[in-house]
């Protein structure tokens, strides 16, 4: 009964908002819209170097946000949400001097200011915004939460693959679009990734396709980072084996390699080695298929099907 008045309640509002504006505006799943700035956010609560966030942000089609009095309130109101991530966020540089947010030390083994002057990179300051809405800064190697900004009228979208983001390669043969970001990440990041694209991670359906990825992370140049450059992430991933059964890898969604058309594994694999390598991958040797541990950092490959 009480379901039956919530559907009820979810129909009376949805009919009473329509009608939609005429073009509302979308980006990744993950970005939020204000339509104060006409811009996309995401704050990103996992903390990095200010180096490290600027690539996330670019490859995510934005940039590290570089704060008007606007931004800060968009921010401000994201930050409420995560009480517990600290007090400071990475954003872009405004070009400002701001005083710096961290503590002295009683003892100063920091270098000094001529230092500073002298660009060496472990005295380098970064822009953060403070909680209270300051601009503050913070020696850039520190890891600190960050936050991604790009305006609607720069926000990418492939009309062609139907994906929110550039670089993706259409193979007319497969009938669908792949794309290497140019960034490695954990399968868990890299699966989230290439879904708020409105993509997905790599679902090999035949050996025809299984040529053409081996194709394209041959051609493409390597990412740099990963924990080895001749696997990428790959969208399949083992249960967690009942018993002493065998492991059973299923992709993402939720078929058997077999029924998926593709289940070629790589000489000596699936090996589990060391017993954590549920995640799978496709080495870029021979194409085939590979168990990884799921929290080291890989490059990966999205794809999205455009002839459905
Ligand atoms: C990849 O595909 C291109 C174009 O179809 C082809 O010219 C090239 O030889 C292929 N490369 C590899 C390594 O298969
Ligand atoms: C599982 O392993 C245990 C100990 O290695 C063995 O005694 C048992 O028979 C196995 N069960 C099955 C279903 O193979
Ligand atoms: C996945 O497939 C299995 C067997 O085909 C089914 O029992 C299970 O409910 C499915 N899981 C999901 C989340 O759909
Ligand atoms: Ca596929
Ligand atoms: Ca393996």
């Known amino acids: 009964m009480a379901a039956y008045i919530v559907c009820f309640l979810l129909f009376t509002?949805?009919?009473v908002s329509a009608p939609a504006p005429a073009r509302t505006k979308v980006y990744r799943s993950d970005y939020t819209y204000n339509k104060k700035t006409d811009a996309f956010y995401k704050l990103h609560i996992e903390t990095r170097t200010e180096r490290s966030a600027t690539q996330v942000c670019s490859v995510e089609g934005a940039q590290l946000m570089i704060p008007s009095q606007r931004d800060i309130i968009q921010l401000h109101g994201m930050l409420k949400q995560f009480p517990d991530i600290g007090n400071y966020v990475w954003v872009g540089s405004d070009g400002k001097e701001h005083e710096s947010a961290e503590e002295t030390p009683i003892i100063d083994l920091s270098p000094t200011n001529a230092d500073i002057r002298t660009g060496f990179p472990w005295s380098r300051e970064c822009d953060v915004v403070t909680r209270q809405g300051d601009v503050d800064s913070f020696p850039c190697y520190r890891q600190l939460p960050f936050i991604c900004k790009v305006e609607a009228k720069d926000a990418p979208y492939d009309e062609h693959c139907h994906v929110f983001g550039t670089g993706y390669k259409y193979f007319p043969s497969i009938g669908s679009?792949?794309?290497?970001?140019?960034?490695?990440?954990?399968?868990?990041e890299a699966y989230a990734d290439c879904r708020a694209q409105n993509a997905h991670l790599l679902v090999l359906n035949s050996e025809t396709e299984m040529l053409a990825v081996k194709n394209l992370t041959n051609t493409e140049l390597s990412v740099a980072g990963a924990r080895f450059a001749?696997?990428?992430?790959?969208?399949?991933?083992?249960?967690?084996?009942?018993?002493?059964?065998t492991r059973v890898f299923?992709?993402?969604?939720?078929?058997?390699l077999e029924e998926a058309g593709y289940s070629v594994w790589s000489p000596n694999e699936p090996n589990n080695a060391l017993s954590n390598e549920d995640?799978?991958?496709?080495?870029?040797?021979?194409?085939k298929l590979n168990d990884v541990d799921c929290s080291q950092t890989y490059a990966f490959v999205c794809e999205k099907e455009i002839n459905v």
């Open 230 to 245: 001749w696997f990428f992430y790959a969208g399949f991933r083992a249960d967690k084996p009942v018993g002493n059964s």
């Open 250 to 256: 299923k992709t993402i969604f939720n078929q058997t």
């Open 13 to 15: 509002v949805s009919l």
């Open 279 to 287: 995640c799978g991958s496709v080495f870029k040797n021979d194409g």
């Open 177 to 188: 679009c792949y794309k290497i970001p140019r960034i490695v990440y954990s399968w868990n």
